[in-house]
Structure formats: C-alpha cells, structure tokens
C-alpha cells in the first residue's frame, strides 16, 4: 500500500519559518506530480503547491512568495519550505502524489501547522 508520509509540522509564532516533508516510498517516484494541499477549520482544501515531473512549480495564490516547493526524486521526497508564516496559514497540510495517467493518486494523513503568538 502506498502511503505517503509528512514530516515537519508544528506550532511556531508569525513571521517564522517551517520546512515541511514527504517521503513516498514503493512508487516511481520521479514520473508523479506531486503537491501539498492544506485544510484549515472550517474551510476546504485548497492548493498550496504542486510540482510537476519536470520540477515546474506551481503556488496557491496566498502563498507566492512565502512558499518553496521542491522535489528530490533520487529520495521520493517533496519538501515544502514555509517562510514569514501568518496566523492564517494554521491548517492540517496533506502530502499528495499523483499520476494522472493512470489514475494513481495518493495521499498522506497530513501534519498539522499552527501559526499563533
């Protein structure tokens, strides 16, 4: 069972940073898109950052600028380097790996990012 796995929350104070990972093992790592997505309370998922096989990023529109996405293929690990965190980016962050030509996609159980003073 393919089961990506987060690492790197916490609970940090505004304008702080925090590096989030996930490792995915048991896939061919290098040939899935792969992307963070965040649920705060009350509200949906919704994008932060996605990066493609070809290691093109994409960023939710709150967090450009703040926000690094990256991959390392040889270690099936995407990062995610969060810098000048607001109270407002609190949320449970979820690890997704996707490869959409044959309709494999995998998720993690999330990890959870609170910013408050």
């Known amino acids: 069972q393919v089961q990506p796995v987060e690492s790197g929350g916490g609970s940090v104070q505004p304008g702080e940073s925090l590096r989030l990972s996930c490792f995915v093992s048991r896939i061919t790592f290098g040939r899935y898109e792969m992307g963070w997505y965040r649920r705060a309370p009350g509200k949906e998922r919704e994008l932060v950052a996605k990066i493609s096989t070809r290691h093109t990023a994409d960023y939710g529109d709150s967090v450009k600028g703040r926000f690094t996405i990256s991959r390392d293929d040889d270690k099936k690990t995407v990062y995610l380097e969060m810098t000048n965190l607001y109270p407002q980016d609190t949320a449970v962050y979820y690890c997704?790996?996707?490869?959409?030509?044959?309709?494999?996609?995998?998720w993690g159980q999330g990890t959870q990012v609170i910013v408050s003073s």
């Open positions: 997704n790996a996707r490869w959409m030509q044959f309709n494999y996609d995998y």
